[in-house]
């Protein structure tokens, strides 16, 4: 009897007498070997739009250069800021920007005690 047209069992076996598989065997088989836990270890690189060709039409438009310029994400030519090979200069030139004001703040509280140490004689005179 040939079980080429009816329902496979798990005793079913082909012209060549291998055996075949029932679907739920099939079934159950795809299950063990299907495995989330690897997915944590994956790592997939970071995605960068400006970096994409098929979304260089879309920054070509004269509004999206104009804010990727201001945004300071593109150079005044069009080229890619990247900011993770500029980051020792922007923490270069924040801490310039901490230490102006510190010094700023430092001047006024000086200019402040001389008007005050200024105006108090004066008061008592």
Known sequence: MSNWGGSSTAGDTTRGGTKRLSQED??????????????????????????????????????????????????????VIDLDKNKSKLFILEREFKEAEKIEERRQKEEMEMRVSYTIPFLFA
């Open 26 to 79: 099939l079934r159950e088989k795809r299950e063990r070997g299907f495995s989330l836990t690897g997915l944590q270890a994956v790592k997939l690189r970071e995605y960068n739009a400006l970096y994409d060709p098929n979304m260089r039409h879309f920054f070509e438009s004269r509004n999206n250069q104009y804010f990727l310029y201001r945004t300071g994400q593109i150079d005044s030519n069009g080229r």
